[in-house]
């Protein structure tokens, strides 16, 4: 069993697995010192041990989480067993009955839980580290709203009152850039949601990993998105997102969460805008194209070539025109079956008002 000496610390033998999973344990001798905020394991006990003798292996008592009694899962054959859980491993110990385990479990919890001596350090002072601890890193402190999207917890960030005038200031820090906000997009392949910076320029829609960044992640180039609106026909985990819109291309359809209405009704409008421009005005071309006029007709092809909706659209129209009569009768010239012929003079050999002629002779 433990035992207290005169320093106030906690000693005893036990039987440490010194290599995790090896299941082969060997006899030390252990000093839980308190003051020295660690647990340390000789060889024996140091009374026993040379002058200048060491410890073989120590713990930080800040490091250790729990101390339990292990399971007959964990070490079946193994009686009278607890386990430290450290930050870096598991440490499993053998006490020597029941007792002996269950004083140095309480013991170790007790003493792990003790990591900072009121006495020397005033709450003020730690404080003071935290708040130095804080500026150091140089990042503001942000809310979230935590939702479970397929199982996986998705954090986004709740804007604030100030969001607008650090977004002018964002813009107004990258030249040529029309509008930029953090989003959250969908994931191609394990379709996870992350929050992203987007930018939007005359070029492209382009997203990075955060605002510091001057490598985006991926570009998006204008001349590529098909169409861009509202995401309104939803299904699986697109029911539970507001605020989302999306961005058709060729090669994948990016779905893309704004923090408000008035941002996505936003970014939807700047991108439509920007394509616009891109693309420049609607273009009409006509031109024609004749062919040599004929006995019967005479035509022409016109193609008429125009925008719509930024997609270029062809029409060809072909147009007949019938010649003018010809007014020069001797030229023999055959008229079109159309033009009214000349009488020629000659009577039809029978008379249809004969009642001696046959139907069949007409």
Avoid at 150 to 156: A, I, L, Q, S
Avoid at 177 to 197: A, D, M, T
């Amino acid at each position: 069993m433990p035992y207290l000496d005169r320093l106030n610390r906690v000693c005893g033998f036990l039987d440490i697995e010194e290599k995790e999973n090896s299941c082969r344990f060997q006899r030390r001798y252990f000093i839980l010192d308190i003051q020295g905020n660690a647990l340390l394991w000789y060889m024996d006990n140091p009374q026993n041990l040379p002058s200048g003798a060491t410890y073989v292996g120590s713990l930080k008592l800040t490091y250790i989480s729990k101390v339990s009694e292990a399971t007959a899962k964990q070490k079946p054959k193994t009686e009278f067993c607890f386990v430290i859980n450290a930050v870096s491993r598991r440490y499993f110990l053998q006490a020597n009955d029941v007792t002996d385990m269950k004083d140095w479990v309480a013991a170790l919890n007790k003493a792990s839980k003790i990591t900072v001596s009121v006495a020397h350090t005033s709450m003020h002072e730690i404080l003071n580290k935290c708040l130095k601890v804080q500026k150091g890193k140089g990042k503001r402190q942000q809310a979230y709203k935590a939702e479970i999207i397929g199982g996986v917890v998705v954090h986004t960030p709740i804007q604030n009152e100030s969001d607008e005038t650090e977004a002018r200031e964002r813009k107004s820090s990258r030249p040529g850039v029309l509008r930029c906000s953090y989003c959250v997009k969908q994931g191609n392949v394990r379709k996870s949601w992350k929050r992203r910076f987007f930018t939007l320029d005359n070029n492209a829609v382009s997203y990075y990993k955060s605002e510091m960044d001057k490598e985006p992640l991926r570009v998006i180039p204008l001349r590529d998105i098909h169409k861009v609106h509202e995401c309104l026909v939803k299904s699986g985990d697109l029911l539970l997102r507001d605020n989302l819109f999306e961005i058709i291309t060729n090669s994948r359809t990016f779905y893309i969460q704004t923090d408000s209405p008035e941002e996505m009704h936003g970014w939807i409008r700047d991108i439509e805008m920007k394509i616009q421009d891109f693309r420049g005005p609607p273009k009409v071309a006509l031109f024609s194209v004749s062919f040599p006029s004929g006995d019967s007709y005479s035509g022409a092809l016109v193609l008429a070539c125009f925008w719509l909706n930024g997609l270029e659209v062809k029409v060809s129209v072909r147009t007949f025109v019938s010649p003018a009569p010809s007014t020069n009768v001797a030229s023999g010239r055959r008229r079109h079956r159309s033009q009214p012929q000349p009488h020629t003079g000659c009577s039809f050999p029978f008379s249809l008002d004969d009642d001696s002629i046959r139907t069949t002779d007409v």
